[in-house]
Nanobody, 129 residues
Framework: QVQLEESGGGSVPAGGSLRLSCTASGYLTPGNCMGWFRQAPGKEREGVAIMYTGGGRPYYVDSVKGRFTISAGKEKNMVFLQMDRLQPEDTAIYYC??????????????????????WGRGTQVTVSS
């Protein structure tokens, strides 16, 4: 079993910044595929940023490229999402996800929710115009 603990959501005006953190505990491998999905009201979940904590190029959905940055902690069981120049369209519940394995194609193609076996409870991000 793996547990995920998220923190860092909140409310900001457009143009503001937030930093999300996620810590994984339980059965983990030295490197894991971790990242963030989000779900806005009335919309499907979408992969925002995914990375292999052992290194390599991360995946970003087009709408956040140049504004969001995903990074891993030294212990390889933590990921962070630095969100800058936030826009009202970024308002959603953000979920930390983990796949206890390498990412494979999950960082080169649109990631699907079913590929990640563990999800955090989610943290609300609200951006006002």
């Amino acid at each position: 079993q793996v547990q995920l603990e998220e923190s860092g959501g909140g409310s900001v005006p457009a143009g503001g910044s937030l930093r999300l953190s996620c810590t994984a505990s339980g059965y983990l491998t030295p490197g894991n595929c971790m990242g963030w999905f989000r779900q806005a009201p009335g919309k499907e979940r979408e992969g925002v940023a995914i990375m292999y904590t052992g290194g390599g190029r991360p995946y970003y959905v087009d709408s956040v490229k140049g504004r969001f940055t995903i990074s891993a902690g030294k212990e390889k069981n933590m990921v962070f999402l630095q969100m800058d120049r936030l826009q009202p369209e970024d308002t959603a519940i953000y979920y930390c996800v983990i796949r206890v394995a390498a990412c494979g194609s999950l960082t080169t193609t649109t990631p699907t929710p079913g590929k990640f076996g563990y999800w955090g409870r989610g943290t609300q991000v609200t951006v006002s115009s």
